[in-house]
């Protein structure tokens, strides 16, 4: 599974976190909205669960066909036959128990007239024995079990994803707000530049480079607009929403620390792919079970006429029948050593998966340790920025530093307040991935 944590993208390091494309309606106001409810919203609404759950539904079904190999397969059938055959024109006679002297005549015999017969029939199956059926419907359950796992696991991922998007659209507001600041920095050094140079303080240079820079952050600010809406049409389609709403994330909202190292054996993907293996074991079992016999009852009931709606001479057998697949042609024991290879397989590739889990898990601690890290780097870094643009304000509006020293130091404040929240987005994100790497419970 693959993680977005995405990285800020700068112009002149004023650019925030470029999200994905997408259009938005003007809207008045954003719609405020918590985690927990997007949560609850997408549990609710989301495409991708309604699809994981058709595909729980369609194994059930597919479960239910299995009933078969204990319940009687019964078939009504109504046949109107007719023919000047010998053997079938008595036949038929004898079926409607219509039979006299004069029909042993040779001449009639070889040479009958035409005739009819309507048959009603209703005929019953009934399985009685049948082991290798036994065993392929246990594995039929299983398959239920694989896919209402493989659901939960939908679920899961879906909550992990409201968490991004939510985490996303957090960064987007956050990058907002630091343009808006440097913005308004800038148009301040601005206004100064431009005062003094009309006084002659300043050379017109100075006044350019200040204007470049209120350009600048001012088509970065709408980039970092778009970004909102962006994030917002991703959390609108997470949940379901109808397109154009802006959201923005009430609150702060963030992770906290977590401790778990291993991968848990009941998280729902690997208890899918333990299901599978369990149904592939049975499988083979069901295949070998093809060299025993098999037991079955059967019966029907009948009425024979020449007329259409005659139903006077009526009959019935019923009986058992044993049956024993000697030799198919190698064809069982070939079955039986393609469906032991593919459960050899299912168990490499849940052993495989297993070892991807922990290696992600692992990864996912360290990337933690180091979010972490660059998170108390970069915050140290702005309060230095900060501090740093202090005094060279200080110093500019007594003339003892240039523009360009100014400015320099008011891109430096905010790449770094930039920096600062991608690493707090990068650690929630982390921390959001870690829960689900070792999620086992159904959300709710």
């Excluded at 065993?135 to 899961?156: C, D, E, I, W």
């Amino acid at each position: 599974m693959k993680r977005k944590y995405g990285s800020p993208i700068m112009r002149y390091g004023l650019l925030a976190l470029m999200l994905a494309g997408g259009r938005i309606f003007a809207q008045d106001a954003p719609v405020e909205i918590t985690p927990d409810s997007a949560i609850h919203a997408a549990l609710a609404n989301n495409r991708q669960i309604a699809i994981a759950g058709l595909d729980v539904k369609i194994a059930e079904a597919n479960y239910h066909k299995t009933d078969a190999v204990f319940l009687p397969e019964v078939t009504a059938t109504y046949t109107a036959l007719i023919t000047n055959d010998p053997l079938s024109a008595f036949g038929f006679k004898l079926e409607q128990r219509g039979i006299t002297s004069n029909d042993f005549n040779p001449a009639l015999l070889n040479h009958p007239d035409v005739k009819g017969n309507f048959n009603a029939k209703l005929e019953v199956k009934q399985p009685l024995i049948n082991p290798d059926m036994w065993l392929a419907r246990k594995a039929a359950k299983m398959q239920t079990n694989v896919y209402g796992y493989s659901n939960l696991r939908t679920r899961q991922y879906v909550v992990f994803e409201v968490q991004q998007a939510c985490l996303q659209l957090q960064l987007a507001y956050e990058g907002r707000a630091v343009l808006e600041k440097a913005l308004a920095t800038a148009h301040s050094a601005y206004k100064f530049a431009n005062d003094h140079y009309k006084q002659g303080l300043i050379q017109k240079s100075d006044v350019l480079n200040a204007q470049v820079q209120v350009s600048t952050i001012e088509a970065d600010l709408a980039k970092a607009k778009s970004n909102i809406e962006n994030a917002s049409d991703q959390l609108g389609i997470l949940t379901g929403a109808p397109a154009g709403i802006v959201y923005r994330i009430k609150g702060d909202f963030s992770f906290s620390s977590e401790t778990v190292t291993t991968v848990p054996n009941e998280r729902p993907d690997l208890q899918a792919m333990q299901k599978a293996v369990d149904a592939s074991v049975l499988m083979v079992r069901s295949a070998k079970m093809n060299f025993l016999p098999k037991l079955n009852a059967f019966g029907n009931f009948q009425y024979n006429d020449s007329r259409l709606t005659g139903f006077n001479a009526n009959s019935y057998f019923a009986g058992l029948q044993l049956s024993w697949d000697i030799f198919k042609g190698n064809r069982t024991h070939s079955d039986v050593a393609e469906k032991t290879l593919q459960s050899r397989k299912l168990s490499g590739q849940m052993a495989q998966q297993k070892e991807q889990a922990q290696l992600e898990l692992s990864k996912a601690l360290r990337d933690l340790a180091d979010a972490r890290f660059a998170m108390q780097q970069q915050s140290t870094a702005a309060d230095q920025a900060a501090e740093a643009l202090r005094i060279l304000q200080n110093r500019y509006e007594q003339g003892l530093v240039n523009t360009i020293d100014l400015l320099s130091a008011q891109t430096q404040l905010a790449q770094r307040q930039l920096a600062l929240a991608q690493a707090k987005f990068t650690q929630n994100l982390t921390l959001a991935y870690i829960s689900l790497l070792t999620a086992t419970e159904n959300p709710q």
